[in-house]
């Protein structure tokens, strides 16, 4: 494409970069926003089930226009900004809250990179060599979005609610932390797709890496459901209490916008936890036929899939955790548990060589 | 097109740092502070550091400022109008703190003979060779470059900050405990 506009191949290249990355990060934007709007649809009807009775089922076919109607619903609600609120933060914090969720997809890799037609393509936005700090540091961003909603709304139901969310985000990170650095370990990289990759090359997923991989993915869960605010964790907007917790003075788009960051949050983290654990694409081998890659992505959203089934199941089966147990299991279970485990797989990886796991099957 | 991106994230970052120093709300000035450290990271990204800049993130935005937050909120402080005696103690400790702190950057700007140079392949001072975009990706950028510096040249220095860290939790853990004679 040299000279073309009388620009060099290096401007080009640019050009070309910043064009695809804006057509992937438009279909991952909407993506997620599509697969929120009908995971509160399918929440709905597993709860419904779970519970013995329908969901919802009138609007449309087995209900599937449900979400839009619900949106239609939210979107022209009165959007109520208490008299004594902070206006400014009060804006800002659900906007805080929705962005970092979104921009977390970037670094995850959905599937093998490979060459269609002879052009190369890649399923991630960016590949970058500290992908999981980034996704962990912009994670710890979103919490801002519920500690100022609590803040601006100047109600102490929302207080507390945002005093809560930030003890309960900042100690579960650290579990989390040291879990997914198990895997960074093992892998012996901080890249995402490189941590994919090694798991694919040796066949074996790191929560099937025993014992150390396994207690690694637990906890790594746990925490994971602690740091989305999800039941039993979500003593944050914990109703019996709190009314709605941080979002009570919350209303219209605004709300909705809060709802959306917690679904795409429960995505991120489901999404992180198939990469680090349980082999991302793994079992499609990375350098297979261009037909069997084009299948990466489809095993990646099947493994999302369990995950976010597995968090409506937690919700409709276990109650709420006292806020006191919640910080104990955090600080005096988890936490030792996984520093432990951490030094343990570090031991492994030091006596043998990368690849050759002693107690692998 | 760096120089540009440059431009406009320094001037973000001195004016919410002024606004950050001028506010009466401390919860406003620590969301400036927050802005700041936020323009810090894509400085850093344009230096090549990757690792240096998410870091920033997660350790300065991400846990330690939603701790001043927590603080703010839990306090819920209306700054006390300080009394003139208190203010003219405080202004000259300042503008000395201010002049010091800008001799010292210009003093490690200038390379003076004395400060280390710790990146290897660069004649320049650390923060001139930043400056002019001369530390290369696998020099700033890769974490094994950064954990091998900081394990074998830096080791002593580490390990102290470590010690330091570790005689604070535990005079948190001595103040934060619950006295049974006095419960």
Same mark, same amino acid.
């Given at each position: ?163 809560? $969310? #930030? ?6 990170? !650290?579990?989390? &932390? =040291?879990? /997914?650095?198990?895997?960074? +370990?093992? @892998? *012996? ?11 694919? $090359? #040796? ?6 890496? !025993?014992?150390? &991989? =396994?207690? /690694?993915?637990?906890?790594? +869960?746990? @925490? *994971? ?137 | ?183």
């Amino acid at each position: 494409m040299n000279g073309i506009f009388g620009l060099d191949g290096r401007t080009w290249d640019i050009i070309l970069a910043i064009i695809t990355a804006s057509i992937k990060a438009f279909v991952i934007v909407n993506g997620l926003l599509l697969a929120f709007a009908y995971m509160t649809l399918s929440e709905r009807k597993v709860l419904g089930r779970m519970q013995a009775r329908y969901g919802p089922n009138r609007a449309g076919p087995w209900g599937i226009l449900q979400p839009i109607a619900d949106g239609i619903k939210l979107a022209f609600k009165e959007d109520v900004t208490p008299r004594q609120a902070n206006r400014w933060i009060h804006l800002l914090a659900p906007c805080l809250a929705l962005v970092p969720a979104l921009i977390i997809f970037a670094v995850i890799p959905l599937g093998p990179e490979m060459e269609v037609f002879g052009v190369p393509w890649t399923w991630h936005v960016a590949r970058v060599n500290v992908a999981y700090l980034y996704a962990a540091a912009i994670a710890s961003v979103g919490v801002y979005g519920i500690v100022l909603a609590g803040w601006a709304s100047n109600s102490k139901y929302a207080l507390l609610g945002g005093l809560r $969310a #930030s003890a309960q985000v900042i100690s579960y990170e !650290l579990a989390q &932390g =040291l879990a /997914a650095m198990t895997a960074i +370990v093992m @892998a *012996g990289s901080l890249d995402l797709y490189e941590i994919v990759n090694q798991q694919v $090359a #040796s066949g074996l997923p790191y929560a099937l890496y !025993l014992p150390f &991989g =396994l207690v /690694a993915f637990v906890v790594y +869960v746990i @925490a *994971g459901v602690a740091e989305a605010n999800r039941a039993p964790f979500d003593l944050a907007e914990a109703e019996g209490e709190l009314g709605a917790g941080f979002h009570t003075e919350y209303s219209g788009f605004k709300w909705s916008m809060f709802f959306m960051a917690e679904y795409v949050n429960m995505i991120n983290i489901s999404a992180l936890a198939s990469v680090l654990f349980l082999g991302g694409w793994w079992p499609i081998p990375t350098d297979a036929p261009g037909v069997v890659q084009a299948l990466g992505p489809v095993v990646f959203l099947v493994k999302i899939a369990l995950f976010m089934f597995m968090f409506i199941w937690l919700r409709a089966t276990l109650p709420r955790l006292r806020f006191d147990r919640l910080m104990s299991l955090g600080w005096k279970v988890l936490l030792p548990v996984a520093l432990v485990n951490l030094i343990g797989t570090a031991t492994v990886v030091a006596l043998w060589p990368l690849g050759t796991w002693p107690f692998a099957n | 097109m760096e120089f540009l991106i440059f431009s406009a994230v320094a001037a973000i970052a001195i004016a919410a740092g002024l606004l950050m120093v001028l506010q009466r709300n401390a919860m406003y000035s620590a969301l400036f502070l927050v802005v700041v450290f936020f323009c810090l990271a894509v400085i850093y990204i344009l230096l090549g550091a990757y690792f240096l800049a998410v870091v920033q993130v997660a350790v300065y935005a991400g846990a330690i400022m939603v701790l001043m937050l927590f603080v703010i909120m839990l306090l819920n402080v209306a700054w006390p109008e300080p009394d003139d005696r208190v203010l003219g103690l405080l202004r000259p400790l300042g503008a000395t703190a201010a002049v010091t702190f800008a001799m010292l950057m210009a003093w490690a700007l200038a390379g003076t003979p004395g400060l280390p140079s710790p990146l290897p392949g660069t004649s320049l001072p650390v923060g001139a060779a930043m400056t002019l975009g001369r530390v290369g990706e696998a020099q700033a950028g890769h974490v094994q470059e950064v954990a091998v510096t900081l394990f074998s040249k830096y080791l002593l220095p580490f390990e102290l900050v470590s010690i330091l860290l570790l005689a604070a939790i535990l005079g948190a853990s001595v103040l934060a405990r619950k006295r049974p004679d006095h419960a």
